[in-house]
């Protein structure tokens, strides 16, 4: 546990540059009585690692100093290469980046460690993209990309129900996210932050001008949150239902969110094994045709409403598909 620690410190110090006790005690978890101990033994161990005093001070590591990838044990290797996205790694415009990266993390390890990393990378392949769904064209990807990581501001134009504006916008790009195959730019416009498809902006261009990320903005967090609201946001009605023990295995189909709250609030099952539960719905219209997907899996209990324009729905299709007399062609009509 303590080498390990040592070790963390020590990458952190070379990734960040300095940090101060305080952060790297709340970063392990553990007392900045802890971490000074810590340091000395790094010291002690030959680390140029030095101590700023004062307001903004904190450790840091000697310039110029890097330490080789040494310490790395066969699961972390094996996971640094499983996580290699060729795919993403392509529309972000850093593929070659991620070649040679890789390369240089195969030559830092032993080479009893080498052989089983390219056998994990062999044989696993992430593949980021859904099914039935063919890659988004991202012309203007690797330029969002570079401006997020330089912090410099964007000027783009954006689609909106399949019209590109006008008027281009200038936004403040904090971070971009890869969800189920789909890339996402989160960014600041004006005082509040928001979230854009990649694939519909058009015309991405860095500017000179520098923004400042807001104080303690976390994406990861942020995105979580976001996505939560989305989904609460989406469904706006609910429908009482009850479902057969097919219904409950089909509810997969309608989607995680829908799987949840079902399982929230489903009863007790009855002796055929039948559950009453609540469906989240974005509309009736929407919902009704997605309750048809569970076929007799499913019987709506309410809203009235709800209820009675599936069962109108369900009839006008049942009246399409009724047997109906073969009308015999006569040869004038069939041209014979």
């Known amino acids: 546990m303590l080498a390990s620690r040592l070790l963390s410190i020590l990458m952190l110090l070379q990734t960040r540059g300095r940090m101060s006790a305080r952060a790297l005690a709340a970063e392990f978890e553990v007392a900045v009585r802890t971490i000074h101990r810590d340091i000395d033994q790094l010291s002690a161990a030959g680390i140029p690692v030095y101590a700023e005093r004062g307001r903004g001070g904190g450790f840091r590591l000697r310039d110029g100093y890097r330490t080789m990838l040494t310490g ?76 997020v990581w330089s912090e410099r501001m964007l000027r783009l134009r954006y689609r909106r129900s399949g019209e590109t504006e006008a008027r281009p ?67 706006h009605e609910l429908a009482d239902v009850r479902l057969s023990p097919q219904g409950v295995y089909m509810l997969e189909l309608l989607g995680p969110y829908v799987v949840r709250r079902a399982a929230e609030t489903a009863g ?34 309410g809203p009235p409403a709800l209820r009675a324009q599936l069962a109108a729905t369900a ?8 047997d109906r007399p073969t009308v015999r062609r006569t040869r004038r009509q069939t041209g014979m």
């Open 72 to 147: 790395l044990n066969q699961s972390e290797a094996e996971t640094l290469f499983l996580a290699g996205l060729p795919g993403p790694a392509a529309q972000l415009g850093v593929a070659d980046a991620l070649s040679t990266a890789r390369l240089k993390l195969l030559a830092a390890l032993p080479p009893d460690m080498q052989l089983r990393a390219e056998r994990i990378a062999a044989r696993f392949h992430l593949d980021a993209e859904s099914w039935f769904h063919d890659a988004d064209l991202l012309p203007s990807l690797p330029a969002i990309a570079r401006a």
């Open 169 to 235: 916008r200038r936004l403040a790009p904090l971070g971009l996210v890869l969800k189920g195959g789909i890339w996402y730019l989160v960014a600041r416009s004006g005082k509040s932050v928001r979230t854009y498809r990649a694939a519909n902006i058009h015309d991405a261009e860095i500017c000179e001008e520098t923004f400042e990320r807001p104080a303690g903005f976390d994406l990861v967090a942020h995105w979580e949150r976001a996505v939560r609201e989305y989904e609460a946001g989406v469904y």
């Open 268 to 301: 007790k099952p009855d002796r055929r094994g039948w559950v009453r539960c609540q469906l989240p719905l974005e509309s009736f219209g929407f919902g009704i045709r997605e309750l048809m997907r569970l076929g007799e899996e499913v019987v709506v209990l």
């Open 315 to 322: 009839a006008r299709i049942a009246g399409l598909h009724r």
